[in-house]
């Protein structure tokens, strides 16, 4: 348990991630089922972290995974602390349109536990044409999205 989990978070860490993606994928193409993908990352988290210290910097951290525990579905979902600042979601059997309820309850819950952190959330369902790597870069570029679009959002790449 401790080679696979995040010391700060107590989420998977992002090493786990991938073997656990891979694993997800490998099932949903055998059940024929959806799986959905959510990355995302703090705004304001880089400047938080110059201005209060590491040592804050970190109780915030601790913090989002600890809500994004909460906001999962429990031995369904698996959260990630993807690195420094971002995290991941693997959404089992989730359409997009299912997934993004709880993309908006950890965007939400993040905005009222913070007075100066907010989150950037981008939610994709997987698609025949993707491999892996096109299935992680679809929800990274939904998250840079919502992150221009002036953060605090759930964008989702709705094919």
Same mark, same amino acid.
């Given at each position: %348990? @401790?080679?696979?989990?995040?010391? &700060? #978070?107590?989420?998977?860490?992002?090493?786990? $991630?991938?073997?656990t @993606? !891979?694993? !997800?994928? #490998? %099932? *949903?193409? %055998? =059940?024929?089922?959806?799986?959905? &993908?959510? &990355?995302?990352?703090?705004?304001?988290?880089?400047?938080?972290?110059? &201005?209060?210290?590491?040592?804050?910097?970190?109780?915030?951290?601790?913090?989002?995974?600890?809500?994004?525990?909460?906001?999962?579905?429990?031995?369904?979902?698996?959260? $990630?602390?993807?690195?420094?600042?971002?995290?991941?979601?693997?959404?089992?059997?989730? #359409?997009?349109? =299912?997934?993004?309820?709880?993309?908006?309850?950890?965007?939400?819950?993040? !905005?009222? #536990?913070?007075?100066?952190?907010?989150?950037s959330?981008?939610? /994709? !369902?997987f =698609?025949?044409?993707?491999?892996?790597?096109? $299935?992680?870069?679809?929800?990274?570029?939904? *998250?840079?999205?919502?992150?221009?679009?002036?953060?605090?959002?759930?964008? /989702?790449?709705?094919?």
């Amino acid at each position: %348990r @401790l080679i696979i989990t995040d010391d &700060l #978070t107590s989420l998977y860490n992002y090493r786990h $991630f991938f073997k656990t @993606l !891979e694993a !997800e994928l #490998t %099932r *949903m193409k %055998r =059940q024929k089922t959806f799986l959905s &993908l959510l &990355l995302f990352d703090l705004d304001n988290f880089k400047r938080y972290n110059d &201005l209060k210290g590491h040592f804050e910097g970190d109780k915030v951290l601790r913090k989002v995974g600890e809500i994004v525990n909460r906001s999962i579905r429990f031995n369904v979902d698996s959260g $990630f602390r993807y690195g420094g600042d971002e995290f991941a979601v693997i959404l089992v059997g989730a #359409t997009v349109d =299912q997934a993004l309820p709880i993309a908006e309850r950890i965007r939400a819950s993040i !905005e009222g #536990t913070f007075q100066e952190i907010t989150v950037s959330l981008g939610l /994709t !369902e997987f =698609q025949d044409h993707f491999d892996l790597e096109r $299935f992680v870069k679809s929800a990274d570029e939904a *998250m840079y999205t919502a992150k221009n679009a002036g953060g605090n959002r759930v964008y /989702t790449n709705k094919i």
